[in-house]
């Protein structure tokens, strides 16, 4: 039962995971504004999902063909960041817009809120199968 639950919730642990820290790093990035030669920088949700994915099988499982093959299940990857480019030039070689991060810090948490909508209603689900 508890591999089921896994499977069922680790989609949405992955990606509130990942949104938790695409968060921080943008708020790195606005905390950073004035700062110089600091360069913004940005995660690519839907690669680092994917990558996510793949470590943890659920968007497909590793064969371990040899016994001293290390395990591809439950392997986390890092989340691979990089330099976003810069959209306006600036005297002190800083890179962040804050239009660009503010915008972007708003959209994340709307999908973060979203996703934890979907969670809650799949254990709503969940413990309506359970009670009958």
């Known amino acids: 039962m508890l591999g089921n639950l896994d499977e069922v919730f680790g989609f949405h642990e992955g990606s509130l995971r990942l949104r938790i820290q695409r968060q921080q790093l943008l708020a ?14 940005e995660l690519d949700f839907a690669k680092a999902l994917q990558g996510q994915l793949m470590s943890t099988g659920n968007a497909g499982s590793l064969t371990q ?55 809650n209603a799949r254990i709503k689900s969940l413990l309506a199968v359970l009670q009958g």
């Open 28 to 41: 790195s990035n606005i905390a950073n504004a004035d700062t110089p030669n600091y360069k913004a920088r």
């Open 65 to 119: 063909t040899n016994p001293a093959h290390l395990g591809g299940a439950g392997a986390s990857r890092p989340v691979q960041t990089q330099l976003r480019a810069a959209s306006q030039n600036s005297q002190d070689g800083n890179t962040v817009d804050l239009d660009i991060e503010r915008a972007a810090f708003a959209e994340n948490a709307l999908h973060y809120e979203a996703e934890l909508t979907f969670a």
